[in-house]
């Protein structure tokens, strides 16, 4: 009985190593395939922007498209709704896209809107949330539900006397106020900002080209305000490098004239602003408008405020051209970069 068993041992070692041998040697021509991509995840360390009480962690690949679908141009602006979810908006048949604030695509829409959907906005109107869109390529300011069906339009200023026709007037921003009332920026037209009541009823206009104070070179993105008891309106003045402040009636009361190289736009978060900066970097202000932090200065000139930059010239935690900046209910901070392959990043705000 012995020498059965150990023929059979024998045998059977003899499998099991050949076996292990071919196990072995598959391992090995693979490793080099499968190597790369351990290592990359193994050294990518994390990315913190920011100082002082805002620090943030740069999130690698935050948004999730489905198979086969891509942003294309990103030139344009991201807002957050009361359910949390991220909306941005493209140059494409896409025209605004849902996210989750982990990244995955929820739906998109707005086909009717290609080709020059620029700026967005969210407001409460009878105890709803509403949409409101500047869509520089068709003259309109548009109040929507936040699944696109129109509610209402306001076409091109007419009433301002300002205009010999339409195709003048090229919207870029849109900012409701604690009233109702709208104020909208032609910063791709004839630099001016156009006020409207909640009905859509024209008010006023002021503004016009020039570097004057008051007078306007591309008035690009707008905000109310609300940090102080009275509301008041910013007006990024993006040729001329700063932000004009409003009374809610037109009338100037301050500048924001350093820091700020090509400013896109405003957003708040309880006493601070955050400012996307078309010239590679995001500026964070506190209450009285000086500087907390940069976010991500791009050292290179080359890259800075330049649509054409590709996937192979990106850096994590560096940006190109921020055109859009938003921080949700949580603090954390999407950013737009105006760029033709579309790049939109999260950073996750650290307590």
């Not at 059979?8 to 490793?31: N, V």
């Not at 991500?296 to 054409?308: I, M, V």
Request: with cysteine; charged share 25%; hydrophobic share 40%.
């Amino acid at each position: 009985m012995p020498e059965p068993l150990t023929v059979f041992s024998r045998r059977w070692s003899r499998r099991w190593s050949r076996r292990s041998l071919l196990r072995a040697a598959t391992i090995a021509a693979a490793a080099p395939l499968l190597a790369p991509r351990f290592s990359r995840a193994a050294v990518r360390e994390k990315i913190i922007l920011g100082s002082g009480r805002h620090r943030y962690e740069w999130v690698f690949d935050w948004a999730k498209l489905p198979e086969g679908m891509s942003f294309g141009n990103t030139h344009g602006c991201i807002v957050t709704d009361s359910k949390k979810r991220v909306l941005m908006n493209t140059d494409t048949e896409n025209a605004i896209f849902a996210f989750d604030p982990r990244g995955r695509y929820l739906k998109s829409w707005g086909a009717d809107w290609k080709g020059g959907l620029h700026g967005m906005a969210i407001a409460m109107d009878a105890g709803k949330e509403v949409l409101w869109v500047a869509h520089t390529s068709r003259h309109e300011v548009v109040k929507s539900t936040l699944d696109g069906r129109v509610l209402m339009a306001l076409p091109f200023p007419e009433q301002a006397g300002i205009y010999k026709n339409p195709d003048e007037y090229r919207p870029t921003s849109v900012a409701i106020a604690p009233n109702g009332n709208v104020y909208v920026g032609d910063g791709y037209g004839l630099s001016w900002v156009h006020q409207y009541t909640p009905a859509g009823e024209y008010v006023r206009s002021w503004g016009g080209k020039g570097t004057a104070p008051g007078r306007m070179n591309t008035p690009h993105g707008l905000w109310v305000d609300t940090r102080k008891k009275t509301p008041v309106l910013l007006v990024c003045d993006r040729g001329n490098h700063r932000i004009q402040i409003f009374d809610l009636d037109g009338k100037l009361l301050d500048m924001v004239t350093a820091l700020l190289k090509r400013p896109c736009g405003v957003h708040q978060l309880g006493e601070d602003l955050v400012v996307p900066d078309l010239a590679g970097r995001v500026t964070i202000l506190d209450r009285s408008n000086k500087l907390i932090t940069h976010l991500g200065d791009n050292p290179d000139p080359k890259l800075r405020a330049n649509n054409a930059v590709d996937r192979n010239q990106w850096q994590d935690g560096i940006f190109l051209a921020p055109h859009a900046a938003r921080w949700d209910d949580d603090g954390n901070l999407y950013v737009m970069d105006w760029n033709f392959r579309g790049r939109v990043s999260k950073l996750q705000r650290i307590d």
